[in-house]
């Protein structure tokens, strides 16, 4: 059965610094999702994507985040400036339509020191 | 925007017994409720949904109500076994909109 896939699986970067967390979603969706999770909290709506521009973005999504879709596969976040608050768990997601099930990659694991 | 309220926050039954766990919504829009399992260290698993034109879905052990007049539903596991052990999440959604708000999370133990 296909997979989300995500890339690194831990990211540890200095507080300032910018990071890229990478994604394949499931190859014949067309919806994109990035998701944050602090440790022990709640899974949060970061942004969706859907023909290659933002559709969605949540408050948590301001100017120090953005994502892309580089090419036909991928799909990144980016943090330009990582703050200690950033250090959670990013969850991508694909769907292959609107409001439909929604698969989960394993996360990228982000510690910010 | 949508606010998903879930609750307990932890629950812990002995196997074969029913758990509940039970979520409200304000968003009277939203008409897409999926719940996602989670366990520990791995990735939220989607384990049944529900739209907001069907009042009840059953899946084997697993069922879900809805009430969209009271805006709340409802995830019951029946005949609970010990892998059901994990952290449980509804969510909301509109229809033609992809920002799904989730609930904080109910963590199941089910003592052998």
């Known amino acids: 059965e296909p997979e989300v896939t995500q890339t690194p699986s831990h990211q540890v970067t200095q507080m300032g610094q910018e990071v890229i967390l990478r994604c394949v979603p499931i190859s014949n969706h067309l919806y994109f999702y990035w998701y944050r999770q602090i440790l022990g909290q709640k899974v949060e709506f970061l942004v969706s994507f859907y023909n290659n521009e933002i559709s969605e973005k949540s408050e948590i999504f301001d100017d120090q985040f953005s994502v892309e879709r580089p090419d036909g596969s991928n799909f990144t976040l980016k943090i330009r400036s990582t703050k200690l608050e950033d250090s959670a768990m990013y969850f991508c997601?694909?769907?292959?339509?609107?409001?439909?099930?929604?698969?989960f990659g394993p996360g990228t694991r982000l510690t910010v020191t | 925007g949508e606010n998903v309220e879930q609750h307990p926050s932890t629950l812990s039954v002995q196997e074969g017994d029913s758990a509940v766990i039970k979520c409200t919504y304000s968003?009277?829009?939203?008409?897409?409720f999926p719940w996602y399992k989670q366990e520990l260290g791995k990735r939220p698993q989607l384990i049944i949904d529900?739209?907001?034109?069907?009042g009840e879905k059953k899946d084997q052990r697993i069922a879900v109500t809805l009430n969209k007049t009271a805006k709340h539903f409802s995830l019951h596991i029946t005949e609970t076994q010990p892998e059901d052990s994990a952290v449980y999440f509804c969510a909301a959604s509109r229809a033609h909109n992809n920002d799904m708000r989730f609930g904080a999370g109910t963590r199941l133990t089910v003592k052998p």
């Open positions: 968003d009277s829009a939203s008409n897409y």
């Open positions: 529900i739209r907001s034109n069907v």
């Open positions: 997601a694909s769907s292959p339509l609107v409001a439909q099930e929604q698969y």
